[in-house]
T-cell receptor
Framework: EAQVTQNPRYLITVTGKKLTVTCSQN?????MSWYRQDPGLGLRQIYY???????DKGDVPEGYKVSRKEKRNFPLILESPSPNQTSLYFC?????????????FGSGTRLTVV | AQKVTQAQTEISVVEKEDVTLDCVYE???????LFWYKQPPSGELVFLIR??????QNEISGRYSWNFQKSTSSFNFTITASQVVDSAVYFC?????????????FGKGNQVVVIP
C-alpha cells in the first residue's frame, strides 16, 4: 500500500532530551516536508526537501533539524525540545515539486514536551 | 504571499442540516491549486478535493459539494444533510505552482460539530 509512515504516533518527553520523529514513504516521491499543527493556527511548514541531500527551511524552522540521506526517509530532529514544540506533526510527500501532483500525508505524531 | 482565511472557527449543526464552510484565499500566482482536507477526531488528514485555478466548474461528490469562484477568491464547501460522522475539523489549503517550497498554505480550520 502506498503510504507515508510516521513514528511514533504519540510521544511524551522532557525538555532538553533529544528526539527524532521518523518519516518514510514507499512511493519513490522526490518531495517531502514537515508541518506542525497548533490550535487556531492551522498547519505550518517546518522544513521541506526537494530531493536527496536538498533541504530548506519552511515557515517555522527554529528548533528543528532534518536530513534527507535517502529518498524514502525524512526524519525530523529536535535537538533540545522545549514545551512550545508541543504540537501535532505531519510528514507529507509528493512525486515532485508542483501542486498538480498532490500530497500524501502521514497519520501524524502527537508530541508533548513537559 | 499565499494566504487562506477560514473565518468561522466552530460551527454546530443539528443532524440532517446543511453546513457551508467558507474559504477565501490570496495569491499572486495565476496557476494554483486549492484543497480541502478533513481531520476527524483520530487526527489524520483526509484528502477531500483538489481543484486547479483554471477549472471553475463546481463539483458534487455524494453529500459534499464545492463552489469555486475566482472572481471572489473563494472555494466554499457544503455538506448536505449532515451526519454525526461529519464532525471533524475541515481545512482549506492553497498551493502555488511557482512556489519553490511547494508548500500548502492552510487556513486555521473549521470545527464542525454535528449534533444528533
Amino acid at each position: 500500500e502506498a503510504q507515508v509512515t510516521q513514528n511514533p504516533r504519540y510521544l511524551i518527553t522532557v525538555t532538553g532530551k533529544k528526539l527524532t520523529v521518523t518519516c518514510s514513504q514507499n512511493m519513490n516521491h522526490e518531495y517531502m516536508s514537515w508541518y506542525r499543527q497548533d490550535p487556531g493556527l492551522g498547519l505550518r511548514q517546518i522544513y521541506y526537501s526537494m530531493n536527496v541531500e536538498v533541504t530548506d527551511k519552511g515557515d517555522v524552522p527554529e528548533g528543528y533539524k532534518v536530513s534527507r540521506k535517502e529518498k524514502r526517509n525524512f526524519p525530523l530532529i529536535l535537538e533540545s525540545p522545549s514545551p512550545n514544540q508541543t504540537s501535532l506533526y505531519f510528514c507529507a510527500s509528493s512525486p515532485r515539486q508542483g501542486p498538480d501532483y498532490g500530497y500524501t500525508f502521514g497519520s501524524g505524531t502527537r508530541l508533548t514536551v513537559v | 504571499a499565499q494566504k487562506v482565511t477560514q473565518a468561522q472557527t466552530e460551527i454546530s449543526v443539528v443532524e440532517k442540516e446543511d453546513v457551508t464552510l467558507d474559504c477565501v484565499y490570496e495569491t499572486r500566482d495565476t496557476t494554483y491549486y486549492l484543497f480541502w482536507y478533513k481531520q476527524p477526531p483520530s487526527g489524520e488528514l483526509v484528502f477531500l478535493i483538489r481543484r486547479n485555478s483554471f477549472d471553475e466548474q463546481n463539483e458534487i461528490s455524494g453529500r459534499y459539494s464545492w463552489n469555486f469562484q475566482k472572481s471572489t477568491s473563494s472555494f466554499n464547501f457544503t455538506i448536505t444533510a449532515s451526519q454525526v460522522v461529519d464532525s471533524a475539523v475541515y481545512f482549506c489549503a492553497l498551493s502555488e505552482a511557482r512556489a519553490e517550497d511547494n508548500r500548502l498554505a492552510f487556513g486555521k480550520g473549521n470545527q464542525v460539530v454535528v449534533i444528533p
